[in-house]
């Protein structure tokens, strides 16, 4: 009998000869959720998941359990501890969407800095004179902060400075690069024009961003989060863009995902959103489903996964 992999329709199609090639049965199921999971795919050997929470009470419910491959860089939706417990890996897909993330950090530095979707929008109603009069500014000069130098933060160094920016790093620990110019936190918010988050959302991280790093900001400058939501104390943003103590941000993720409709911060109008699709290019999932493939047939063959992100003895 085959093994079965569950996964989602999109991440099927990018990979689904390779799956059959490799003589798995795919389930697949259009949601994540835990009651989905538990009434039509209980008895997986393995799984390519995505944002939605892992519950740990499911662990005992999916005996055949032995990998939980995420189709991302983010693992916060999984105890791993747990998991590991249970004999089960979890993996994740490092760089997968590198590329993707960094091009949109770059689109919404330049969104904000020529009011485009704003200028849009209002030409769209009828008034054209919104775009002459408003001045946008240059990034060209301009200084970015960047918050954590994994993949991401390292593919947006580059085109960062490709644009003529100057590049300040913040990171626990300092690597090499050409790329932008290591300093500390406190020089970091205090110096630079856009701040962009790239950090994982572990205990150490959350509120990354609060009330004193927006103190710390220019009354110009702009905050993008592109990472996770919890990296962003929510009632410190709201209050920052309120009282203008920052010009605006671009936020891709969000304590609650998908951000609910009564949300302040979709009152605020100088904030540009999307819903979490920042590394979503074919190119990107491409790679990602293929590297969650690639730990899911070490695992059933019984090695170690080359992305683990917890040890099962």
Same mark, same amino acid.
């Given at each position: 009998?085959?093994?079965?992999?569950?996964?989602?329709?999109?991440?099927?199609?990018?990979?689904?000869?390779?799956?059959?090639?490799?003589?798995?049965?795919?389930?697949?199921?259009?949601?994540?959720?835990?009651?989905?999971?538990?009434?039509?795919?209980?008895?997986?050997?393995?799984?390519?998941?995505?944002?939605?929470?892992?519950?740990?009470?499911?662990? %005992?419910?999916?005996?055949?359990?032995?990998?939980?491959?995420?189709?991302?860089?983010?693992?916060?939706?999984?105890?791993?501890?747990?998991?590991?417990?249970?004999?089960?890996?979890?993996?994740?897909?490092?760089?997968?969407?590198?590329?993707?993330?960094?091009?949109?950090?770059?689109?919404?530095?330049?969104?904000?800095?020529?009011?485009?979707?704003?200028?849009?929008?209002?030409?769209?109603?009828? %008034?054209? &004179?919104?775009?002459?009069?408003?001045?946008?500014?240059?990034?060209? &000069?301009?200084?970015?902060?960047?918050?954590?130098?994994?993949?991401?933060?390292?593919?947006?160094?580059?085109?960062?400075?490709?644009?003529?920016?100057?590049?300040?790093?913040?990171?626990?620990?300092?690597?090499?690069?050409?790329?932008?110019?290591?300093?500390?936190?406190?020089?970091?918010?205090?110096?630079?024009?856009?701040?962009?988050?790239?950090?994982?959302?572990?205990?150490?991280?959350?509120?990354?961003?609060?009330?004193?790093?927006?103190?710390?900001?220019?009354?110009?400058?702009?905050?993008?989060?592109?990472?996770?939501?919890?990296?962003?104390?929510?009632?410190?943003?709201? &209050?920052?863009?309120?009282?203008?103590?920052?010009?605006?941000?671009?936020? %891709?993720?969000?304590?609650?995902?998908?951000?609910?409709?009564?949300?302040?911060?979709?009152?605020?109008?100088?904030?540009?959103?999307?819903?979490?699709?920042?590394?979503?290019?074919?190119?990107?999932?491409?790679?990602?489903?293929?590297?969650?493939? %690639?730990?899911?047939?070490?695992?059933?063959?019984? &090695?170690?996964?080359?992305?683990?992100?917890?040890?099962?003895?």
């Amino acid at each position: 009998m085959n093994k079965k992999l569950l996964l989602t329709p999109v991440i099927d199609n990018l990979i689904h000869q390779r799956i059959i090639d490799n003589g798995l049965d795919p389930v697949i199921l259009k949601s994540e959720d835990e009651k989905s999971i538990l009434d039509k795919a209980s008895d997986v050997d393995a799984a390519i998941l995505m944002e939605l929470p892992f519950p740990n009470s499911m662990f %005992d419910q999916m005996p055949n359990l032995k990998i939980i491959a995420r189709q991302g860089v983010g693992y916060d939706n999984v105890d791993t501890q747990v998991a590991a417990k249970h004999n089960v890996w979890v993996t994740n897909t490092p760089g997968g969407n590198a590329v993707s993330v960094a091009e949109n950090v770059i689109t919404d530095m330049l969104l904000l800095s020529k009011h485009s979707y704003t200028i849009s929008n209002k030409m769209r109603e009828g %008034d054209s &004179d919104y775009g002459q009069t408003i001045m946008s500014t240059q990034i060209t &000069d301009k200084t970015l902060g960047i918050v954590g130098f994994g993949h991401i933060g390292q593919e947006v160094a580059k085109r960062a400075q490709a644009l003529g920016m100057n590049v300040l790093i913040y990171n626990r620990t300092p690597k090499d690069t050409n790329y932008g110019k290591f300093v500390s936190k406190e020089e970091l918010f205090k110096n630079s024009d856009y701040v962009t988050l790239h950090l994982p959302a572990v205990s150490g991280t959350i509120n990354t961003v609060s009330t004193d790093e927006f103190k710390m900001m220019k009354k110009s400058a702009y905050l993008l989060n592109l990472g996770r939501g919890p990296l962003v104390d929510q009632d410190a943003f709201v &209050d920052a863009i309120k009282n203008k103590e920052i010009a605006g941000a671009a936020l %891709d993720v969000y304590d609650k995902e998908p951000l609910p409709m009564d949300s302040p911060i979709r009152k605020l109008d100088n904030v540009f959103l999307t819903p979490h699709c920042a590394g979503h290019s074919i190119e990107g999932w491409t790679k990602m489903a293929n590297q969650a493939l %690639d730990n899911v047939l070490a695992v059933l063959n019984g &090695d170690k996964p080359a992305d683990a992100v917890n040890e099962v003895k």
